[in-house]
T-cell receptor, first 115, second 111 residues
């Protein structure tokens, strides 16, 4: 679990500001997944990326949310013009490959609070 | 439409007894199933997995059973310990797809 690094652990933003959440996958992992957990709810899939490519963004809200995983550097989940409803825990997971019988390993999460 | 369901939001078990957590799925394409454990304010931790070619996988105190015809899997923890108290998530995927998670079951192991 400690291998996937997310920062910051806690982020407070005022309504209308931008939030940037970073995720460095485990060494050797080229696949990254972002999930959101609202209070008292399960993990909701947002986006699945491979280096420089978005594989599946079907869980991502159409507006204000974007994600990238550049060739160099961490994956970034960006939320523009945050609203109170964006307050949640955002988890990143990574896996070494696509395909069968692959586990995903999670980071500690970023807890976003919009005030 | 929830593709992965965990119909028990919570479960309480006495220390030393067996804990059985259940999970049902609807998508027949799923061929790999995983269980994760989550403590408050931490990320989910991978526990155990099972491929659709098997019906049982065991790792220490944890055993996962898969019934493909019923689209049902279960996680058995025996003996249960107070440190097992956490939220348990069932997840599923198939080739090249993302991991779909259930809503979780909160397990409380009472001393």
């Amino acid at each position: 679990n400690a291998g996937v690094m997310q920062n910051p652990r806690h982020l407070v933003r005022r309504r209308g500001q931008e939030a940037r959440l970073r995720c460095s996958p485990m060494k050797g992992h080229s696949h990254v997944y972002w999930y959101r957990q609202l209070p008292e709810e399960g993990l909701k899939f947002m986006v699945y990326l491979q280096k420089e490519n978005i594989i599946d963004e079907s869980g991502m809200p159409k507006e204000r949310f974007s994600a990238e995983f550049p060739k160099e550097g961490p994956s970034i989940l960006r939320i523009q013009q945050v609203v109170r409803g964006d307050s949640a825990a955002y988890f990143c997971a990574s896996s070494p490959r696509q395909g069968r019988n692959t586990e995903a390993f999670f980071g500690q999460g970023t807890r976003l609070t919009v005030v | 439409d929830q593709q992965v369901k965990q119909n028990s939001p919570s479960l309480s078990v006495q220390e030393g007894r067996i804990s059985i957590l259940n999970c049902d799925y609807t998508n027949s394409m799923f061929d790999y199933f995983l269980w994760y454990k989550k403590y408050p304010a931490e990320g989910p931790t991978f526990l155990i997995s099972i491929s659709s070619i098997k019906d049982k996988n065991e790792d220490g105190r944890f055993t996962v059973f898969l019934n493909k015809s019923a689209k049902h899997l279960s996680l058995h923890i025996v003996p249960s310990q107070p440190g097992d108290s956490a939220v348990y998530f069932c997840a599923a995927n198939y080739d090249g797809q993302n991991f779909v998670f259930g809503p979780g079951t909160r397990l409380s192991v009472l001393p």
